[in-house]
């Protein structure tokens, strides 16, 4: 059964560093999303994308954070200057359509120093 | 506003026995809804939806009930098993903003063999 994949597992860096966090969509599917999960607290929506541009993004997604789909299978998430806060479990998800199921990754493990 | 909650954070039941996971929210106009079980170190799994227009959907011994008088949605599980044991998630999906999900605080199901 095809599905999202996402890398690293668990990235650590320091506060005030830039991350990039990989995912493969699954490959028929047009729309993409990242969410985030700190410790013990409910999953958040960050972004969606479709057609190379941004849907829809929360309060959450401000300038520190970009998506790119960089080519026909990366969907990547870059934080460019992290703080101690963006630790989190972020999740990438993608669909075939809007209104088709979300397929979630097993997510990176994000830790800021 | 957008407010996806659950009443119990968490759920002790003996296997074998039907387990209920309540869900409330606060916006009128939504009209989709899904649960997702999350089991620990991945991402979210969808395991039923359901629409403003129906009061039940029934899956693979699980049923989703919406009571959109009261604005209050459940998961029962039937026969609940060890492989049960995860956090369940409701969530609200917004056609107009990007289908974007909203999810839920989360309840966490213990099966007690």
């Known amino acids: 059964e095809p599905e999202v994949t996402q890398t690293p597992s668990h990235q650590v860096t320091q506060m005030g560093q830039e991350v990039i966090l990989r995912c493969v969509p699954i490959?028929?599917?047009?729309?993409f999303y990242w969410y985030r999960q700190i410790l013990g607290q409910k999953v958040e929506f960050l972004v969606s994308f479709y057609n190379n541009e941004i849907s829809e993004k929360s309060e959450i997604f401000d300038d520190q954070f970009s998506v790119e789909r960089p080519d026909g299978s990366n969907f990547t998430l870059k934080i460019r200057s992290t703080k101690l806060e963006d630790s989190a479990m972020y999740f990438c998800?993608?669909?075939?359509?809007?209104?088709?199921?979300?397929?979630f990754g097993p997510g990176t493990r994000l830790t800021v120093t | 506003g957008e407010s996806v909650g659950l009443h119990l954070p968490t759920l002790s039941v003996q296997e074998g026995d039907n387990s209920i996971i309540n869900c409330a929210y606060s916006?009128?106009?939504?009209?989709?809804f899904i649960w997702y079980k999350q089991e620990s170190g991945k991402g979210p799994q969808f395991i039923i939806d359901i629409r403003s227009n129906m009061d039940k959907r029934q899956g693979q011994r699980v049923t989703v009930l919406l009571n959109k008088t009261v604005k209050h949605l459940s998961l029962q599980i039937a026969a609940t098993q060890p492989g049960d044991s995860a956090v369940y998630f409701c969530a609200e999906r917004f056609y107009n903003q990007g289908g974007k999900l909203i999810f839920g605080q989360g309840t966490e199901l213990s099966v007690k063999p």
């Open positions: 490959s028929n599917h047009l729309y």
């Open positions: 916006n009128s106009a939504s009209d989709y």
């Open positions: 998800a993608s669909s075939e359509r809007q209104i088709y199921e979300q397929y």
